[in-house]
Nanobody
Framework: QEQLIESGGGLVQAGGSLRLSCADSDDAFSAYAMGWFRQAPGRDREFVAGISWDGDYTVYSDSVKGRFTISRVNAKKTVYLQMHSLKPEDTAVYYC??????????????????WGQGTQVTVSS
């Protein structure tokens, strides 16, 4: 059974950094694109970043471009989200997700089949 488990969330001051991790239980991890999404209270879940199966291609939302970096280590079946220069508006529950079919990441929620349970990131001002 596919399982994605996020970790690394927490409370940080504005301007600080955090690194999120997402471990996949499935050996098929290395064949598919991975993505990070987030959902703030009262708002829709939104795309944050995506990475291709081999790590060669990445895509970011405009709101995090230049501050966040997505990466993966296929041998560890893990994807990361390094977050710098955090802002209060980055506060949200962050979810990792695995594409069900493609090796190149999309930005739409419906492209991702498997989801983690989420990890809370809170940025204080």
């Amino acid at each position: 059974q596919e399982q994605l488990i996020e970790s690394g969330g927490g409370l940080v001051q504005a301007g600080g950094s955090l690194r999120l991790s997402c471990a996949d239980s499935d050996d098929a991890f290395s064949a598919y694109a991975m993505g990070w999404f987030r959902q703030a209270p009262g708002r829709d879940r939104e795309f944050v970043a995506g990475i291709s199966w081999d790590g060669d291609y990445t895509v970011y939302s405009d709101s995090v471009k230049g501050r966040f970096t997505i990466s993966r280590v296929n041998a560890k079946k893990t994807v990361y989200l390094q977050m710098h220069s955090l802002k209060p508006e980055d506060t949200a529950v962050y979810y990792c997700a695995r594409d069900g079919q493609r090796g190149i990441p999309g930005t739409m929620i419906t492209m991702y089949r498997y989801w983690g349970q989420g990890t809370q990131v809170t940025v204080s001002s």
